[in-house]
């Protein structure tokens, strides 16, 4: 019999706990051995739950326990989750976590500890919820060398996006209805300033590549600036507004960002709306791969958790691999890397026209029946060619890349 113990009872550590109980019979014959809960960590009290009989207050007691194998971290935020999880390793036992920001921060070193004491470190929920991709970049795309990674890694900003285009509506009225249904928190700000999906880019490329991508160093833009009109050009275009997550290899380098831009019914994320979350892998040698779903839930995301303690199980006394080192990736500074812009700029087309020209060489017009200001799409040109083009013109109001 293979012991767990769950640090944190809230939504997904219940769910995990719930999983564990309910799957049993089918998780013992997948994994080979039985799997049981044996303590649960939690400050809280839960009268009448069947999780009275394992729960405790005091860490101790699973970071001493020699019974327990396997720790699941479902608590949250990096501290006390940081301190816990690495006590665990250090004592030889496997974690499986899905905390982004935990992982993010601590990965390399936390990933290195788990494989000096022969454990597994494991994070599958930690980027797509249910979504199943930390695993598939470490073994099913492992003879490829990674190209491109695109994705739509949050669900609360693309539900908004959609609702804008859908009912014609403003970001703020939007956020409050997802606020009001659950699908945003009451401060959003990690979702909607781009932070969420900054930190899965993050652990994404490191898998990829080996090495370590600090999430603080990649240019995060939200989605706070769309507005109606926006949304108006790119459906005008032919286009939807999206926030995506990408990394591309450069060379010997990655360029990587997070920030709104205007895909195509070409791109598989086009379709992709609602809460639903997709990530799009391109390999040299398999394409394109994509992998859909939705990103967050109780049971979706417990379930991957519970894939990974499975996992885990399989490997006690050797642990599983994880390919990311505390070496760092070189990545491409912003002001290098290059896309096609959409800008609006306030004023009428003969007002800005000939001026726009001249800074920017030829661009595209686009006409979304808005007279007060006046909208146009670049060619490919440098983030700092950009910068230095809008210097010229001024009186910009957005500007939004083109996928």
Same mark, same amino acid.
């Given at each position: 019999?293979?012991?767990?113990?769950?640090?944190?009872?809230?939504?997904?550590?219940?769910?995990?706990?719930?999983?564990?109980?309910? %799957?049993?019979?089918?998780?013992?014959?997948?994994?080979?051995?039985?799997?049981?809960?044996?303590?649960?960590?939690?400050?809280?009290?839960?009268?009448? !739950? #069947?999780? /009275?009989?394992?729960?405790?207050?005091?860490?101790?007691?699973?970071?001493?326990?020699?019974?327990?194998?396997? =720790?699941?971290?479902?608590?949250?935020?990096?501290?006390?989750?940081?301190?816990?999880?690495?006590?665990?390793?250090?004592?030889?036992? +496997?974690?499986?976590?899905?905390?982004?920001?935990?992982?993010?921060?601590?990965?390399?070193?936390?990933?290195?500890?788990?494989?000096?004491? !022969?454990?597994?470190?494991?994070?599958?929920? $930690?980027?797509?919820?249910?979504?199943?991709?930390?695993?598939?970049?470490?073994?099913?795309?492992? #003879?490829?060398?990674?190209? /491109?990674?695109?994705?739509?890694?949050?669900?609360?900003? %693309? &539900?908004?996006?959609?609702?804008?285009?859908?009912?014609?509506?403003?970001?703020? +009225?939007?956020?409050?209805?997802?606020?009001?249904?659950?699908?945003?928190?009451? *401060?959003?700000?990690?979702?909607?300033?781009?932070?969420?999906?900054?930190?899965?880019?993050?652990?994404?490329?490191?898998?990829?590549?080996?090495?370590?991508?600090?999430?603080?160093?990649?240019?995060?833009? @939200?989605?706070?600036?769309?507005?109606?009109?926006?949304?108006?050009?790119?459906?005008?275009?032919?286009?939807?507004?999206?926030?995506?997550?990408? +990394?591309?290899?450069?060379?010997?380098?990655?360029?990587?960002?997070?920030?709104?831009?205007?895909?195509?019914? *070409? !791109?598989?994320?086009? $379709?992709? *709306?609602?809460?639903?979350?997709?990530?799009?892998?391109?390999?040299?040698?398999?394409?394109?791969?994509?992998?859909?779903?939705?990103?967050?839930?109780?049971?979706?995301?417990?379930?991957?958790?519970? $894939? *990974? =303690?499975?996992?885990?199980?399989?490997?006690?006394?050797?642990?599983?691999?994880?390919?990311?080192?505390?070496?760092?990736? $070189?990545?491409?500074?912003?002001?290098?890397?290059?896309?096609?812009?959409?800008?609006?700029?306030?004023?009428?087309?003969?007002?800005?026209? @000939?001026?726009?020209?001249?800074?920017?060489?030829?661009?595209?017009?686009?006409?979304?029946?808005?007279?007060?200001? &006046?909208?146009? =799409?670049?060619?490919?040109?440098?983030?700092?060619?950009?910068?230095?083009?809008?210097?010229?013109?001024?009186?910009?109001? %957005?500007?939004?890349?083109? +996928?």
């Amino acid at each position: 019999m293979i012991n767990v113990g769950i640090l944190g009872y809230g939504t997904v550590g219940s769910g995990v706990f719930d999983i564990l109980r309910g %799957n049993e019979k089918l998780i013992a014959e997948r994994a080979g051995e039985e799997i049981s809960v044996k303590h649960v960590l939690d400050l809280r009290d839960f009268p009448g !739950n #069947p999780v /009275e009989s394992v729960l405790t207050h005091d860490f101790k007691d699973i970071e001493t326990d020699g019974e327990v194998q396997i =720790v699941v971290e479902t608590m949250g935020g990096l501290h006390p989750a940081y301190e816990f999880v690495k006590a665990c390793l250090e004592q030889g036992k +496997s974690v499986c976590t899905s905390n982004k920001a935990l992982v993010a921060d601590f990965g390399p070193e936390l990933i290195q500890i788990a494989k000096d004491r !022969n454990a597994s470190f494991l994070f599958e929920a $930690s980027v797509g919820g249910g979504i199943p991709i930390i695993r598939p970049l470490q073994s099913s795309l492992s #003879p490829d060398d990674i190209l /491109e990674i695109s994705g739509i890694l949050n669900g609360t900003t %693309n &539900y908004i996006l959609t609702e804008m285009r859908e009912k014609g509506a403003d970001f703020d +009225s939007v956020l409050k209805d997802a606020q009001a249904l659950g699908y945003a928190e009451a *401060d959003p700000t990690a979702d909607v300033e781009g932070h969420d999906a900054c930190r899965k880019i993050a652990i994404l490329t490191s898998l990829a590549y080996g090495k370590n991508v600090d999430f603080h160093e990649i240019y995060t833009e @939200g989605i706070t600036k769309i507005t109606d009109r926006d949304i108006a050009y790119a459906d005008k275009m032919g286009g939807k507004v999206k926030i995506c997550g990408s +990394s591309k290899k450069v060379g010997e380098r990655v360029s990587a960002m997070v920030a709104p831009v205007i895909i195509y019914p *070409d !791109n598989p994320l086009y $379709s992709v *709306d609602g809460v639903f979350n997709a990530i799009l892998v391109k390999g040299n040698m398999v394409g394109d791969v994509m992998f859909y779903g939705q990103g967050a839930g109780k049971l979706a995301t417990a379930s991957a958790v519970v $894939s *990974d =303690v499975m996992e885990a199980g399989k490997n006690i006394g050797t642990g599983v691999p994880v390919q990311w080192t505390a070496e760092r990736l $070189s990545l491409v500074p912003l002001k290098e890397s290059k896309s096609r812009f959409f800008v609006r700029m306030a004023g009428t087309k003969d007002e800005n026209e @000939g001026k726009v020209q001249d800074a920017f060489g030829e661009v595209e017009a686009v006409d979304a029946g808005f007279s007060d200001e &006046y909208a146009f =799409v670049t060619g490919e040109m440098s983030e700092a060619a950009y910068e230095e083009a809008v210097q010229a013109v001024g009186a910009v109001i %957005n500007k939004i890349r083109i +996928s």
